[in-house]
Antibody, heavy 119, light 107 residues
Framework: QVQLVQSGAEVKKPGASVKVSCKAS????????VHWVRQAPGQGLEWMGW????????NYAQKFQGRVTMTRDTSISTVYMELSRLRSDDTAVFYC????????????WGQGTTVTVSS | DIQMTQSPSTLSASVGDRVTITCRAS??????LAWYQQKPGRAPKLLIY???SLESGVPPRFSGSGSGTEFTLTISSLQPDDFATYYC?????????FGQGTKVEIK
């Protein structure tokens, strides 16, 4: 079945980095952009950026530029999101989501990965 | 960056009510607008794309309209399963933005 499966919860100290994975199955991995979306506790959805798994091209939200890196490994149909220089206000659930071509809507979502930043 | 403003932030309604949520863009986004439903502890679910196209499997009581800078999501007859938070999302020149969300509560 079509799904995105994310890696497990992480606890990090301020200043550290976190790398979250998102494995695709049930569809052609290279055919869809993958986005990352952040949701802080009790807050709304915040778009972080996307990666084109076919070319590796990325586009990051201005807020995260310089701190976020999105990569992919096509051999295992997996994309990664690494966020560096973590702060306590980075504590959030991070989602990956597939974007259907020419729809510009995210139709398949991962289950979310909780990242807690605490000293 | 394009800003998306949803109203209201919270909406109290009863089962069977007609509900309308508005989303305004800070500049023209043509019809590149999507709507999502999110329940606590769950990932968002795509309801509407390209402003008015119903995603497969979504009940027809959900509908979207608008273009340019003003958009609406309408639930024609609110059902118990519809109490949730709704977000709009725009696409424009490779950049995406979500609205701040509208929580639909039981009256």
């Amino acid at each position: 079945q079509v799904q995105l499966v994310q890696s497990g919860a992480e606890v990090k100290k301020p200043g550290a980095s976190v790398k979250v994975s998102c494995k695709a199955s049930g569809f052609t991995f290279n055919g869809y952009h993958v986005h990352w979306v952040r949701q802080a506790p009790g807050q709304g959805l915040e778009w972080m950026g996307w990666i084109n798994p076919n070319s590796g091209a990325t586009n990051y939200a201005q807020k995260f530029q310089g701190r976020v890196t999105m990569t992919r490994d096509t051999s295992i149909s997996t994309v990664y999101m690494e966020l560096s220089r973590l702060r306590s206000d980075d504590t959030a659930v991070f989602y990956c989501a597939r974007d259907r071509p020419y729809v510009y809507g995210m139709d398949v979502w991962g289950q979310g990965t909780t990242v807690t930043v605490s000293s | 960056d394009i800003q998306m403003t949803q109203s209201p932030s919270t909406l109290s309604a009863s089962v069977g009510d007609r509900v309308t949520i508005t989303c305004r863009a800070s500049q023209n986004i043509n019809s590149w607008l999507a709507w999502y439903q999110q329940k606590p502890g769950r990932a968002p679910k795509l309801l509407i794309y390209k402003a008015s196209s119903l995603e497969s499997g979504v009940p027809p009581r959900f509908s979207g309209s608008g273009s340019g800078t003003e958009f609406t999501l309408t639930i024609s007859s609110l059902q118990p399963d519809d109490f949730a938070t709704y977000y709009c999302q725009q696409y424009n020149t490779y950049s995406w933005t979500f609205g701040q969300g509208t929580k639909v509560e039981i009256k």
